[in-house]
């Protein structure tokens, strides 16, 4: 197995990689989380958003500081990010990230490359579920081993033409939350290979 990572190793990953894979479900006891229909549907602030000083509005069920409001953060950093991929704007996701986050800085760099030579991504994004956590994870600092589930990806060039197509795959992941001007923020996020 290798681990992709930008910073210490992963101790815990050859014990708790088998179980995510096998399909443990999350400590809340939900099965897993409901794919919304379009990436502009994700994005939405519901009513009982919270804004942040980036004039964010972040659901309410990720604003607390339990675990259940930092697994529904990982859940809405990747629904910005999923819009970030098909819009081509990641301000959001950079803003829901520490300065620190190499990976985070490293995602939105290429989709920003993407769309700065004129192309753009189709694609339904990238969905966390299955989480389990990492011990001997914090509540100040929770970290979590996810599965990432990504829809297919097209890259399409300047021209509209497919110069890329992916497909669908579950990814997993470690990521570590750190709590930033009274919210969560990414800190870390390491694609376990």
């Known amino acids: ?9 992963l101790v815990w990953v050859p014990l708790v990689l088998p179980l995510m894979l096998s399909g443990c479900s999350d400590a809340d006891g939900s099965s897993s989380p409901s794919t ?7 994005s939405s602030p519901s009513p009982d958003a919270t804004p942040t000083d ?14 259940a409001s930092a697994k529904a953060f990982v859940r809405y950093w990747f629904e910005v990010l999923s819009e970030a991929m098909t819009t081509g704007d990641t301000k ?7 300065k620190q986050c190499q990976s985070c800085q490293s995602i939105t760099g290429r989709i920003d490359n993407v769309y700065n030579k004129g192309g753009r991504l189709k694609t339904d994004g990238w969905f966390a579920d299955r989480f389990v956590p ?31 197509r992916t497909m669908r795959e579950a990814t997993a992941m470690r990521i570590v939350l750190k ?4 919210a969560w923020r990414v800190s870390r996020l390491d694609v376990i290979r």
């Open 54 to 67: 980036e004039g964010l509005s972040i659901p309410s069920e990720a604003v607390g500081t339990d675990e």
């Open 92 to 98: 959001a996701a950079l803003a829901l990230s520490t």
């Open 1 to 9: 197995m290798r681990v992709r990572r930008w910073g210490a190793g």
């Open 134 to 164: 990492d011990s001997p994870s914090k509540l100040k600092t929770p970290a979590y081993f996810i599965r990432v589930r990504q829809s297919p990806r097209a890259l399409i060039n300047s021209d509209g033409e497919v110069v890329d």
């Open 36 to 42: 919304p229909s379009s990436p502009s549907q994700q």
């Open 179 to 182: 709590r930033s001007s009274g």
